[in-house]
């Protein structure tokens, strides 16, 4: 049984119902100001992996940040992290809430890879 | 390759810090505890391909053409009609004459409306769709 969805042409067909003259890209441009919107609340979840460099304590996740494919992560909320064991197994590792850390391990990284 | 980190979850700590993701660990290239009191927590000594497994929400990709498919659960489709109508209603009462205007922020306000209750509606209780309880089925007692 088919899933009934809303594609972009089907979308545009009914706002023209209204709008007859509203121009494409207008509206592609407003369905993707609503994607952006829709994504600040929990509508996609994702996995992604990362390499992990010896040294290196900052690893980036804003919008230019990609997956080790080359794919970018699209990251809104990061809610869980796992390490790879000796065994090559996934493991949850506990977050640290309270980041007023002693220790800024940045001496092998570049300044451009500091949180900003 | 697989790390020389036996006990993650033990020996390794996340945190986030602006838009970086900090990691932590107290053990050395070889797996071993860092015996010191003070700085036992540094940056991960050793290089991992694919060492971490990030879970998120994601966002949405962007739609670029009139054939694209919308990134995003069915039941949230229908709240981004009632935006971009929202959007175009209030053009609309931007250029209308008065009296039309009247209409048009009317309207826009209605499909404001049914776009964020259809997201508070179905934004928070998307993963019950795919994970929540959909029947009771009792134990089979026989």
Same mark, same amino acid.
């Given at each position: ?12 067909? *009914? ?24 994504? =600040? ?36 909320? =990061? ?15 506990? *977050?640290? =809430? ?19 | ?45 050793? @290089?991992?391909?694919?060492?971490? #497994? ?12 009139? @054939? ?25 009462? %931007?250029?209308?004459?008065?009296? +039309?205007? %009247?209409?048009?922020?009317? #309207? ?31 134990? +089979?007692? @026989?």
């Amino acid at each position: 049984m088919a899933l009934h969805t809303i594609g972009v042409k089907n979308l545009i067909s *009914r706002v023209r119902e209204v709008f007859p003259d509203a121009p494409e890209n207008y509206i592609i441009m407003l369905i993707n100001d609503a994607l952006v919107e829709l994504g =600040l609340y929990n509508v996609k979840n994702m996995k992604a992996k990362l390499d992990v460099k010896a040294d290196r304590m900052w690893y980036k996740m804003g919008d230019d940040a990609i997956d080790v494919s080359g794919n970018p992560l699209n990251l809104n909320r =990061l809610f869980r992290v796992d390490f790879m064991d000796s065994d090559g197994d996934y493991i949850q590792i506990p *977050r640290l =809430l309270d980041t007023n850390i002693l220790l800024n391990d940045v001496a092998s990284e570049p300044a451009i890879d500091f949180p900003s | 390759m697989a790390s020389n980190i036996k006990y993650p979850d033990k020996s390794m700590l996340w945190f986030i810090e602006g838009d970086k993701l900090g990691l932590l660990s107290n053990v050395d290239s070889s797996g071993n505890t860092r015996t010191t009191d003070r700085k036992q927590w540094k940056a991960i000594s050793e @290089t991992v391909s694919e060492g971490i #497994l990030l879970s998120y929400q994601g966002e949405p990709n962007k739609v670029t053409s009139i @054939t694209s498919s919308l990134d995003i659960d069915n039941t949230l489709q229908v709240s981004i009609v009632d935006y971009v109508k929202r959007c175009l209603y209030m053009d609309k009462a %931007a250029k209308g004459r008065q009296e +039309d205007s %009247a209409v048009s922020l009317s #309207l826009a306000r209605e499909h404001n409306r049914k776009f964020k209750e259809g997201v508070r509606k179905y934004g928070q209780r998307k993963r019950e769709k795919t994970g929540g309880t959909r029947a009771v089925v009792p134990y +089979d007692l @026989t």
